[in-house]
């Protein structure tokens, strides 16, 4: 074989083997032997030719094969022959990547030679190897008493509250990416995909209490921009993810495990005030239970929702009996939100951020985290 035609296998071969080890990666042995020969190869370590003198001197030379003046690539010259359109170090190039561990699990090598202490085996010759696969393989027989493996079970799929939640997590990511470039609009448009997510996690039957999907709108509308601006319809279904989140957190608040310290404390520190409560639509019977659990004289509480937010609000912070404010931040528009609290700082009221629902627990909790150190003083 001329080194012409051996050089067009060799190009030929280096991508088959390489998209044969890529499609079926049980093959790497032998791939790995394929490889290796194709590498002896390219280093011009080529079969060895027979004898010169084994052809025939009366033998007729075939015009085809014999070299011509008016053509150059069949010259012996290395030199003047045309480069291939394929790197000759193609193959040394493809041990290299395929041994890389991101191309394939464990990547793929040349088989041990030998064990440790053994002594190595002589090389096998390609027609050994030729010889070898072409002959019958012996079958082996199967113990009748041989155990059936195991059935593998299939991987439970995820549930359709699972696969919402991580969506919602997902945007909240993206929310993060989009506050670190000051994108305002990116940044509510992934508020929305908050809202959708886990509206779609509650009509699937996932409880509110579970998880941190609470957790998740509430974050997400914290740190909504000021000049960020929600669609009617997203805000309509912030309202109605707010109020399921609402019904939930009072429920459990409303459980006599939820009695601790921290209530005693800010109903001591509450007795006899008044305090103005913005946000969410007003239900006589949560304001009379937070007045008469908190020790409160008067909570007066002004009716505000994304869709309707309350837009006349100041003159009442500014009365001076009003002893405190709060502000149930998932039920306002975040633009009302920052109002409310420059409202708050002219008035020299301390305001309260209710980022959960507006249990007796809830609210006590978070009257005396941020605002108890404030109060005790006043």
Request: aromatic letters at 2%; hydrophobic letters at 40%; a positive charge.
């Amino acid at each position: 074989m001329d080194r012409e035609r051996l050089r067009r296998i060799i190009d030929l071969a280096a991508p088959l083997v390489e998209q044969w080890v890529r499609k079926s990666p049980s093959h790497r042995e032998l791939a790995a032997e394929i490889a290796a020969w194709l590498e002896s190869v390219a280093r011009h370590e080529s079969p060895p030719r027979p004898p010169a003198n084994s052809v025939p001197a009366s033998s007729t030379p075939n015009p085809a094969s014999s070299p011509s003046p008016n053509a150059p690539h069949l010259k012996t010259d290395p030199a003047s022959r045309p480069k291939s359109p394929v790197d000759p170090d193609l193959i040394t190039k493809m041990l290299h990547g395929l041994n890389e561990p991101g191309l394939l699990a464990g990547g793929i090598s040349r088989p041990p030679q030998r064990a440790a202490g053994v002594a190595a085996s002589p090389p096998i010759t390609t027609h050994e190897a030729s010889a070898r696969s072409k002959a019958p393989r012996e079958k082996q027989a199967v113990p009748a008493a041989a155990a059936a493996p195991a059935p593998i079970s299939a991987p439970k799929s995820r549930t359709r509250t699972d696969l919402a939640m991580q969506k919602a997590h997902y945007h909240r990511s993206q929310l993060d990416k989009c506050l670190a470039a000051k994108d305002d609009n990116a940044a509510a448009l992934h508020v929305a995909r908050i809202a959708e997510a886990l509206d779609e996690y509650l009509k699937d039957g996932g409880d509110p209490a579970e998880g941190d999907a609470e957790e998740v709108l509430n974050y997400a509308m914290s740190v909504l921009p000021k000049k960020a601006s929600l669609s009617v319809a997203t805000e309509r279904l912030i309202e109605a993810v707010s109020r399921a989140f609402d019904e939930s957190d009072e429920r459990h608040d409303a459980d006599p495990k939820g009695t601790n310290d921290v209530r005693a404390a800010a109903a001591a520190l509450l007795n006899g005030r008044i305090a103005v409560l913005i946000g969410g639509d007003v239900r006589e019977d949560r304001r009379r239970a937070l007045e008469q659990e908190l020790g409160l004289r008067e909570l007066r509480w002004l009716r505000s929702t994304p869709t309707n937010p309350a837009l006349k609000f100041e003159a009442d912070l500014k009365r001076a009996d009003v002893d405190l404010v709060l502000l149930a931040i998932r039920w306002v528009r975040h633009a009302t939100g920052y109002a409310v609290a420059d409202a708050c700082t002219r008035a020299k009221k301390p305001i309260v951020r209710l980022t959960g629902g507006l249990g007796t627990n809830s609210v006590a909790s978070a009257v005396m985290s941020q605002a108890g150190e404030v109060m005790s003083r006043s």
